[in-house]
Antibody, heavy 116, light 112 residues
Framework: QVQLVESGGGLVKPGGSLRLSCTASGFTFSDFYMSWIRQAPGKGLEWVSRISKSGDSIYYADSVKGRFTVSRDNAKNSLYLQMNSLRAEDTAVYYC?????????WGQGALVTVSS | DIVMTQTPLSLSVTPGQPASISCKSS???????????LYWYLQKPGQPPQLLIYEVSKRFSGVPDRFSGSGSGTDFTLKISRVEPEDVGVYYCMQSTQPQLTFGGGTKVDLK
């Protein structure tokens, strides 16, 4: 069965950096686009980024453009989100999801807290 | 970016009764390939969102047939024919017509 497991969340100070990972299993990772979505505490869903199968096509939300970088390692079945210059408003649960136009499978999420 | 607007914000439903949620997009979601990339998700308390409906009206694997989606262009509706206790949570619509995906603000459904 499809499984997505995020890791790397935690507490970071404003201006700091953090790298999230998402490890996939149960499907051929290299055959699928992937996406990151976040949810601030008590708020709705916000799409963050999307990466193509080979990583040659990437899109970001305006709110993170220039600060976040998405990448993937198909040999390791892994998706990454490098987050720099973090702000308090980046505090959220970050989900990775498989993208087939729909976001059909989601991980359980990783909590990122940006606070001094 | 395409703005997705959901109504109502919340819904309190008697078990066994129907429920309906509206989602309107700021521009048409019909793509040149003939598909309309509109989706519905349910986020149960403490869980990630789960896909219910894809491309307006197609039920995802394992989704009960009490859930149905309809609409076209900019106006879409999710209907639950008979609400069950396990249907409580927040429902979101989402578009992927543009590369920058956008979600509606969510509709919280609980039981009376």
């Amino acid at each position: 069965q499809v499984q997505l497991v995020e890791s790397g969340g935690g507490l970071v100070k404003p201006g700091g950096s953090l790298r999230l990972s998402c490890t996939a299993s149960g499907f051929t990772f290299s055959d699928f686009y992937m996406s990151w979505i976040r949810q601030a505490p008590g708020k709705g869903l916000e799409w963050v980024s999307r990466i193509s199968k080979s990583g040659d096509s990437i899109y970001y939300a305006d709110s993170v453009k220039g600060r976040f970088t998405v990448s993937r390692d198909n040999a390791k079945n892994s998706l990454y989100l490098q987050m720099n210059s973090l702000r308090a408003e980046d505090t959220a649960v970050y989900y990775c999801a498989r993208y087939v136009a729909a976001l059909d499978y989601w991980g359980q999420g990783a909590l990122v807290t940006v606070s001094s | 970016d395409i703005v997705m607007t959901q109504t109502p914000l919340s819904l309190s439903v008697t078990p066994g009764q129907p429920a309906s949620i509206s989602c309107k997009s700021s521009q048409s979601l019909l793509q040149s390939d003939g598909n309309t990339y509109l989706y519905w998700y349910l986020q149960k308390p403490g869980q990630p969102p789960q896909l219910l409906i894809y491309e307006v009206s197609k039920r995802f694997s394992g989704v009960p047939d009490r859930f149905s989606g309809s609409g076209s262009g900019t106006d879409f509706t999710l209907k639950i024919s008979r609400v069950e206790p396990e249907d409580v949570g927040v429902y979101y619509c989402m578009q992927s017509t543009q590369p920058q995906l956008t979600f509606g603000g969510g509709t919280k459904v609980d039981l009376k």
